[in-house]
């Protein structure tokens, strides 16, 4: 079993630069070999709804590999609106 991988993305997670840039990141950590990856979203100051489906798209590539992806340091903004559209992160520590 490989160890977790963390990434720390940060910012406002929307339009197409800042949805490029974290799938830049997403893609490198999967390019690597990283079986287990922590998503640090401490740092993140605003995300819309094309960024989360894309974090949600990269976890299921993960898991669909046999891995996992968790989210951690979740803001309070974050995981709101993950509740209404109803979206279950795995968050952990």
């Not at 390019?31 to 960024?51: I, K, P, Q, R």
């Not at 951690?72 to 992160?89: C, D, H, N, T, Y």
């Amino acid at each position: 079993m490989d160890e977790k991988t963390t990434i720390r993305l940060s910012g406002a997670l929307h339009g197409k630069a800042g949805i490029n840039s974290m799938k830049d990141k997403l893609d490198e950590a999967w390019n690597s070999g990283a079986e287990h990856l922590a998503v640090d979203l401490s740092a993140v100051t605003e995300m819309d709804f094309d960024a989360m489906t894309t974090l949600l798209s990269a976890r299921n590539k993960f898991t669909g590999a046999g891995g996992k992806m968790i989210f951690q340091s979740v803001p309070p903004g974050i995981s709101r609106m993950a509740e209404l559209f109803k979206i279950q992160m795995d968050v952990g520590g």
